[in-house]
């Protein structure tokens, strides 16, 4: 559609995307993608400005450019857009044009008609999706930055000598003096509740209603650190392939999160569920003793097997029939702070189907809510204290093309009137321990709790 009118500029100087960005940063609804562990899922970090067309899901209503509409849903508008605006990619990069954005936990719930009777601690859209002009696009493995302008909000060229001068102008950040802030973390959960909380859904497994699903406690933190530089600081000491900086306005999404969601390029759908955390030791000896009693632990694998059955089911809803495969079953990942399980598990989109009828069959993520789902979400809600929000939701890019990738938002804060909000949670099994199950939760916040300070 646009690709008469786009340009595509490989820089002749490599620059790491997230040099740019600070320059970028405060620019209207730019927003960042960022792959700071650079490993076979961590290629490439997407800048997104100049945007053109935003889509706000908020509550029961639908915004189109900030102006209400009432003729039309959310997910019909995406669809037709989607359908009616396909645009070719040629290039060997992710994406040229199309969207990024986030699909929040609570916007999962309602697809799936899961009422609720808990208060939101935050409130934020359910979700917003902006189509954006002009990208850089950095290639982590072969250190090459470029630029796309699609001429949509000015004509393209224009557009790239623009993008260039303020790359010119970005101002390198220099080494400072660290000063500690002082934070206030304010848990809704007081220890004892929670495993109260987990003691209960184990219940309801051994009762027969699921045979797993995720217990998550929420933390409000009270901190003056600047929401960019707790980015910077949590992309440089918990590195993660699905991080990412959204700025919203009113309020800002500062993201490491480990774990894909789904990614799709050319019709091939994959989706990569964690279930399995240790935390990493502070020797190399405890270390490989951490790793090797996760790749040992038949609690955590059958967990994980369960999930995977989970997402194979989901994706049969809209994958060809018989194209749904187990290509990875138990890998041990390692980040900073944690070691993860995962799986991974392909499929083909059948013909005629786009990102939305993948949306609508398998989000939220199975990992993050449990088995059977709808059931599983049902005893999130009787049991967690508050809305999840974005916590567990979705970010990521769609294309005009078809493709996209999105991750599961984890290792996330949300930046709102001055305050944090960070969602921490678990797998809960019929095995599950009350105190391992507690402290995991303090042990996977650890990352951004650091940042924070």
Aim: a negative charge.
């Amino acid at each position: 559609m646009y690709h008469k009118q786009r340009q595509i500029k490989k820089l002749t100087t490599y620059i790491p995307a997230a040099e740019t960005f600070r320059a970028l940063a405060s620019e209207q609804d730019c927003v960042f993608l960022d792959s700071s562990l650079v490993n076979d899922l961590g290629r490439f970090s997407i800048i997104g400005a100049c945007p053109y067309l935003k889509l706000v899901k908020d509550g029961e209503k639908f915004f189109i450019n900030e102006k209400e509409e009432t003729g039309i849903t959310f997910e019909d508008y995406l669809r037709n857009y989607l359908r009616d605006h396909v645009d070719q990619n040629e290039s060997e990069l992710p994406l040229v044009s199309g969207a990024v954005g986030y699909f929040s936990y609570d916007y999962g719930r309602k697809l799936q008609g899961v009422p609720s009777g808990e208060k939101a601690l935050v409130k934020i859209p359910d979700a917003v999706l902006t189509f954006y002009d002009v990208y850089l696009i950095e290639d982590c493995h072969q250190k090459e930055t470029y630029l796309v302008a699609n001429g949509i909000t000015a004509d393209a060229s224009e557009k790239i000598r623009e993008m260039e001068q303020k790359i010119r102008q970005r101002t390198e950040r220099k080494e400072e003096q660290r000063v500690p802030h002082n934070i206030i973390v304010t848990p809704n959960f007081e220890k004892e509740e929670y495993k109260k909380a987990v003691d209960d859904m184990i219940h309801y497994i051994i009762e027969g209603d699921i045979y797993i699903t995720n217990m998550t406690q929420q933390l409000t933190i009270e901190s003056d650190k600047a929401p960019l530089d707790v980015f910077y600081d949590l992309r440089k000491n918990n590195p993660s392939p699905f991080g990412g900086y959204m700025d919203y306005g009113d309020f800002q999404i500062v993201c490491a999160s480990p774990e894909r969601f789904l990614k799709m390029k050319k019709g091939h759908v994959n989706t990569r569920p964690i279930k399995g955390t240790r935390k990493r030791g502070a020797t190399l000896e405890e270390d490989l003793l951490m790793r090797t009693e996760l790749e040992n632990s038949e609690k955590d694998k059958s967990e994980l097997l369960m999930i995977v059955d989970l997402e194979r089911n989901d994706l049969n809803r809209v994958c060809k029939p018989g194209s749904v495969k187990v290509t990875e079953l138990f890998t041990v990942e390692e980040y900073a702070t944690v070691f993860h399980l995962v799986s991974d598990i392909e499929g083909a989109l059948e013909e005629g189907k786009n990102f939305v009828d993948l949306l609508e069959a398998a989000f939220p993520g199975g990992s993050i809510t449990g088995a059977p789902k709808y059931r599983a979400m049902e005893i999130i809600d009787e049991l967690e204290h508050g809305k999840r929000n974005l916590y567990t939701g979705s970010i990521g890019y769609l294309t005009l093309d078809g493709d996209c990738d999105f991750n599961i938002v984890i290792r996330t804060a949300l930046h709102k009137d001055g305050k944090y909000f960070l969602g921490a949670g678990g797998g809960i099994t019929a095995e599950s321990d009350l105190e391992f199950e507690y402290e995991e939760t303090l042990q996977k916040a650890k990352a951004i709790l650091e940042a924070l300070r």
